[in-house]
């Protein structure tokens, strides 16, 4: 699987990668009828070195992902002299960190706990900054992934309308970790068909219309089913040395 995804050493190595990115997205846009302006690459950075994200940034990658908040919080500081450079926070958040990502995130793409979400707000309001967020949901029944059940992600929505300072975007999800495209596409609907019914009974002026969905291995079928924006590392950056199971622990 690693030699799928050789490291990006070079600015040419990343714009290079980017478009292969661009073209796979545009030829699911195609098959699909869909606009490919519709969709947004989110490049993820996490465990990337400095280097290699000033590369990626002369490449183009504008608005980057991270999974850890304290990792995306050093990096920031590291690199704020990229001035257009914005952060994504795409990885599970306690409460406790909440006050770093009011700090700088320009979005949060994990939230699925109320308490979080008034600390958030809390905070965001102090710094006089607002947040986008993504409401995470669990489309795998894996009981190891974090997020909401589908079912109880209306009511939870209509918790965060007092938070004024959290802009509710859509839902993200992580499919199922299987070679069975067949079933990571059943995630996908599912978030997607989530999405069709909440939009039907949403407050006023709250509708999450955006879908947050795939990665390096399975993008494509994410844009066929309808995401909005998907979040690729590997296929970008190269492979990474640290086992995915680092980032989605076990809860
Ligand atoms: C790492 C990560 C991705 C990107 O995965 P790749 O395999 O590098 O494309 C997407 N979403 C989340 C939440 C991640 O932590």
Sequence with gaps: MHNLWPRAESVDDFRINLQAVRSRIEDACRRTGRDPDSVRLLPVSKTMDEAHIRLAYDAGCD?????????????????????????????????????????????????????????????????????????????????????????????????????SSLNVKGLMTLAEFTTDAKRVRECFIRLRTLRDRLCETAPAGFLPTQLSMGMSGDFEIAV???????RVGQAIFGARSLPDDYFWPTR
Excluded: C
Aim: charged letters at 25%; aromatic letters at 8%.
């Design 63 to 163: 608005f980057l992902g991270e999974n850890k908040v304290q990792e995306a919080w050093r990096k920031s500081q590291l690199m704020s002299d990229l001035s257009p450079l914005k952060w994504s926070v795409i990885g599970h958040l306690q409460s406790n960190k909440a006050r770093l990502v009011a700090k700088f995130a320009s979005e949060f793409q994990a939230l699925d706990s109320l308490h979080t979400a008034e600390v958030l707000d809390r905070r965001l309001q102090q710094e006089g900054r607002e947040l986008d967020v993504f409401v995470q949901v669990n489309t795998s029944h894996e009981p190891s992934k974090y997020g909401l059940t589908p079912d109880e992600t209306e009511t939870f929505l209509r918790q965060l309308t007092p938070f």
């Design 224 to 230: 066929e089913e309808g995401a909005t924006v998907v």
